[in-house]
């Protein structure tokens, strides 16, 4: 199902796009938790890490081909930076179309809270 992240995609509403190309798009998120805090999101509407299959592996390659252009362009690269993708219930998934989140811009806190 559609979620906000297609209507961002479709250029229905309104982001702060940093990188785009024909496989991904990725803007800046709207309730930032790091001094960079961006969302990295197939063209493909794959609704979580486990609804992906082979057949997405152009998409996710380009993912990751993508975070390592942005993390150059914002000069995050030497001092490091975190994806996370959240799955489902206990992951604390929100938006049902498949991202990672990019953390940098600082020496980031323990990775897990509980
Ligand atoms: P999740 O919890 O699904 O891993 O993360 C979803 C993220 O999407 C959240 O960090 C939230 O702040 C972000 N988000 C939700 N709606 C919007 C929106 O309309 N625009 C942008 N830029 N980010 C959004």
Known sequence: MATIFTKIINKEIPASII????????FKDINPIAPIHILVVPKKEIPTLND??????????????????IAISLNISENG???????????GQEVFHLHFHLLGGKK???MLSF
């Open 81 to 91: 930076y975190r994806l996370i993708t959240n799955c489902n219930s206990y992951g």
């Open 52 to 69: 992906i299959t082979a057949e997405d592996s152009d998409y996710l390659i380009a993912m990751y081909l993508a975070i390592k252009d």
């Open 108 to 110: 980031l806190g323990p």
């Open 19 to 26: 990188f785009e190309n024909d496989k991904v798009i990725a």
